[in-house]
């Protein structure tokens, strides 16, 4: 028998037409998904210099057209490319970059010594020609270029100074790591915390850890295209890095529950000391099995399952 209560039947309402809405708008979406029937197929008529440039954004992940930030104090810009000779009576002027200066790429150039787009080998063989302001200022090779600057973006510049400042960051995440393991011992109010939100959050990060060992490792083309095009919507990403992506946000989210679990356990003092130590222990977890091969970081994830199910059942 159907109660007839109201707050029931306007419950009921409301999710009926939440459910319509729903259906619609996916209707609509996967109608928006179809191709255009009436573009003509003319337009897919490229040229070799179209395909050339295709090709080049394929292996390198950028093109003619894509800014950049110097991270470098300096970079020294040639007149020519590398391989290409000039009989001229007179050196031409070079420029320099400074940092913090960007610039943008306004042409590509293959030295002999570069068989073709599609040969990874032939990186070094890749020149680019700098501009700033509309103004050319010089070449410089692909290596040298991508050792001192970096995309625009900003998650693009975290990556880079991330990676340049690798040792320096392990290092002081290793000493405050052993602080953290040094303070367990003298607080047991947050050791016998470690349950639920926090056990999630240090097992979300060593998990996104060991997904960017993987990214390296098996799909690095993926992390590269990702480096030049970085965003924060794991939607429409390869399978791997969507999985990364979605679990850099669980980690968040899984942070911000943390202290939320906390707060109606711990006074706040010890609220912010135990913040403090997870936030260590994740980080430091997530970047140790980040920064080594596949097999290593493997094997350290599974350590970690092992302890936290050995401390699950002590409880």
């Known amino acids: 028998m159907l109660s007839k209560d109201p707050a029931m039947k306007k419950t009921f309402t409301f999710r009926y037409v939440l459910l319509t809405v729903q259906v619609i708008a996916l209707t609509a979406l996967l109608a928006s998904c179809g191709p255009d029937s009436q573009k003509s197929r003319s337009q897919w008529i490229l040229t070799e210099g179209q395909k050339d440039s295709i090709a080049f954004s394929a292996v390198h992940h950028y093109n003619v057209g894509y800014n950049f930030i110097m991270e470098a104090d300096s970079m020294q810009l040639h007149s020519v490319p590398n391989g290409i000779s000039l009989t001229l009576d007179y050196a031409p002027d070079s420029a320099t970059l400074l940092k913090n200066e960007d610039f943008v790429i306004t042409e590509t150039y293959r030295t002999a010594e570069s068989d073709s787009l599609n040969n990874g080998s032939a990186t070094d063989s890749i020149w680019l020609r700098i501009g700033s302001d509309g103004i050319p200022l010089g070449w410089v090779g692909e290596t040298e270029m991508l ?169």
């Open 147 to 315: 050792s001192k600057a970096a995309p625009v973006d900003p998650i693009s510049h975290f990556i880079f100074q991330t990676k340049a400042h690798r040792n320096i960051i392990l290092l002081i995440i290793s000493i405050l790591f052993l602080a953290g393991l040094a303070a367990i011992w003298f607080r047991q109010g947050v050791r016998s915390k470690l349950s639920g939100y926090p056990a999630a959050l240090i097992l979300s990060a060593a998990t996104s850890g060991l997904l960017f060992a993987l990214l390296q490792g098996i799909a690095s083309h993926q992390w590269q295209e990702y480096y030049f095009h970085p965003t924060l919507n794991p939607l429409g990403q390869p399978l791997l890095l969507a999985v990364y992506l979605t679990g850099m946000w669980l980690s968040i989210l899984l942070w911000i529950a943390t202290i939320f679990d906390l707060y109606a356990k711990l006074s706040f003092t010890r609220l912010l000391s135990g913040m403090a130590l997870y936030t260590v222990i994740a980080v430091f977890l997530y970047a140790a099995l980040a920064s080594v091969n596949i097999v290593v970081s493997v094997v350290l994830y599974l350590a970690l399952l092992a302890c936290l199910i050995y401390l699950a059942k002590r409880k």
